[in-house]
């Protein structure tokens, strides 16, 4: 399976984890799944994340996709 790699970003790169998924599109759902979870979280600890954001990588470094905090309220067609 082919290697992804999400950087996550709060105002300045914080950090790299390589997962190995099925797609592109598999990595761009997780990347959403994971930036859910960190909504999540900044709720229960009332902070206030709105600049972060997650890059997807493929394994040959290119960019595929970015997750904005924003992204998760737009409404899925």
């Known amino acids: 399976m082919p290697l992804f ?3 996550f970003h709060e105002n300045v790169k914080t950090d790299n984890i390589a997962v190995e998924l099925v797609d592109h599109e ?3 759902a997780e990347a959403k799944r994971a930036a859910g979870e960190m909504l ?4 229960i600890d009332r902070s206030d994340h709105a600049g972060w954001l997650i890059k997807v990588y ?3 470094d290119e960019l595929i996709g970015t997750i ?3 992204d998760l309220f737009k409404m899925e067609e």
């Open 58 to 60: 493929n394994d040959s």
């Open 26 to 28: 598999a990595a761009l």
């Open 5 to 7: 790699r999400f950087e």
């Open 40 to 43: 999540v979280d900044s709720a």
């Open 68 to 70: 904005f905090r924003g």
